[in-house]
């Protein structure tokens, strides 16, 4: 009978290193109204971040060192991205877009704005547009 506290504990450690990799972005994001959610990391399809790794067109990069910013939804991370050909590191801030199920996305001198691919308000607004 100790065994069942034990096999308890395995199984906890076992699933805590992928509790710790989630991040509280991760979710396929149209990079347009009219994106294919089901293609990532091409021209017209989605980004797509899973596990602190956000993958863009033709880049990933890996968010590091996640500092939370005090007083907003909003984390700042150390992006070590490749792709293309080479490897680079900036900085970049996401938060929850507080008008949609979306995120923002903030880097030096750039704003983007991202739809979540399952959001039902984003695909009605997109059929509607069509």
Do not use: H
């Amino acid at each position: 009978m100790r065994q069942l506290p034990l096999l308890r504990f395995g199984a906890a450690v076992t699933v805590f290193p992928v509790a710790l990799l989630a991040s509280p972005f991760d979710g396929v994001y149209r990079q347009s109204a009219n994106a294919e959610c089901a293609l990532v990391g091409v021209d017209g399809g989605s980004i797509k971040i899973e596990n602190e790794i956000f993958y863009g067109v033709e880049v990933e990069c890996r968010m590091i060192n996640p500092v939370e910013i005090e007083g907003m939804n909003a984390v700042l991370y150390d992006m070590a991205c490749i792709g293309e050909g080479s490897a680079w590191e900036e900085r970049a801030i996401m938060m929850e877009d507080a008008q949609t199920s979306g995120i923002l996305m903030i880097w030096d001198g750039y704003a983007f704005r991202y739809a979540r691919c399952n959001d039902p308000a984003a695909a009605a607004t997109e059929a509607a547009a069509e």
